[in-house]
């Protein structure tokens, strides 16, 4: 059995590599956050239950930001399941480009590089924290050493990261100081990004860049949820660089409520919430400003306006 589990994980290893590799073909198969802003918002709205002041807070505690700016795809999303029967990973493919069409968000060609991995595991935290051990840890490159703890030190149902391209950022900056000295976000060492105080704006105006993603799923922690709510769940964290464990902060009828600290959620909504949905549409639609702050306010503007016109907004008592 020992052979059989290292065996497995060789096979897994390798694939995450190739993926890791720009000029690699792996092919499509069917296999501490920062504390949230003090200001007071005053006259709030209920927002499903929820206040506008909550909503600010969890799109807070949860959207990770790079030298204060968001990353996001810009390569069609090219989607590999590893370890998975066909009678899970076709279906759960099937719900992902579903939901990327509805975004209108490009997917990958048949045989295309894959550059949102997604493996299936029956002890998720002993192969994440063994990945680690494996080349220098090359599939958390883009995470510094808290993060990485952070992410792969709990045991937890499910793990997600991404692997972030620099370049765009780089050539907007252009030389000078640091992102780390001048205080990137939970000091994001990994950045080689360098500027100058003249090129802040103008970076503004770009994301940085999502090259992979990888999500490792516990198999003891998917029974009993359905195709749709993994399929949306997986969606959400391919697509938007999310905290890990942001906990009460996350509103009830997110997607995000899939899994718990120790497995699945039963009380988890049964697909992505109208906030989830534009969450997505706002960072994936066409913007002039990538700048956290603006992309959250964007954002929680944007989920109100939806829910009045749905009528699924009520006063504050």
Not at 158 to 173: E, I, M, P, S, T
């Amino acid at each position: 059995m020992g052979c059989e589990m290292v065996g497995l994980r060789t096979r897994l290893l390798a694939g995450l590599a190739l993926a890791l590799i720009p000029a690699a073909s792996l092919m499509a198969q069917d296999s501490a956050p920062a504390a949230p802003p003090t200001d007071e918002i005053t006259n709030e709205i209920i927002v499903e239950g929820y206040t506008e002041k909550e909503v600010r807070n969890f799109l807070w505690r949860a959207l990770i930001d790079t030298g204060n700016v968001l990353a996001k795809r810009k390569d069609p999303v090219c989607i590999g399941i590893d370890n998975a029967p066909g009678n899970l990973a076709t279906p759960l493919r099937a719900r992902i480009e579903a939901n990327l069409d509805s975004l209108d968000i490009p997917r990958g060609e048949p045989g295309c590089t894959v550059n949102a991995v997604i493996v299936f595991d029956k002890d998720a935290h002993g192969f994440v924290n063994w990945l680690a051990k494996q080349d220098a840890g090359i599939v958390y490159a883009s995470l510094y050493l808290p993060e990485r703890k952070r992410l792969i030190k709990p045991v937890r149902p499910a793990y997600n990261w991404h692997f972030l391209k620099a370049g765009q950022q780089q050539r907007l900056l252009g030389p000078g100081q640091s992102l780390t000295q001048q205080g990137a976000s939970g000091g994001r060492g990994f950045q080689a990004a360098e500027f100058d105080p003249g090129g802040r704006i103008l970076a503004d105006t770009f994301p940085a860049e999502t090259g992979k993603t990888f999500s490792v799923v516990d198999y003891d922690a998917i029974d009993g949820i359905t195709i749709e709510q993994l399929g949306d769940y997986l969606t959400m964290q391919m697509l938007v660089e999310l905290h890990p464990g942001t906990g009460s902060s996350v509103p009830a009828d997110s997607i995000l409520r899939l899994f718990t600290e120790t497995g699945s959620n039963p009380e988890a909504p049964p697909e992505m919430s109208a906030l989830d949905r534009t969450i997505l549409s706002e960072i994936y639609g066409g913007r002039g400003n990538y700048r956290v702050g603006a992309v959250r306010t964007s954002i929680a503007s944007a989920a109100i306006n939806r829910l009045e016109d749905e009528g699924a907004l009520r006063a504050e008592p």
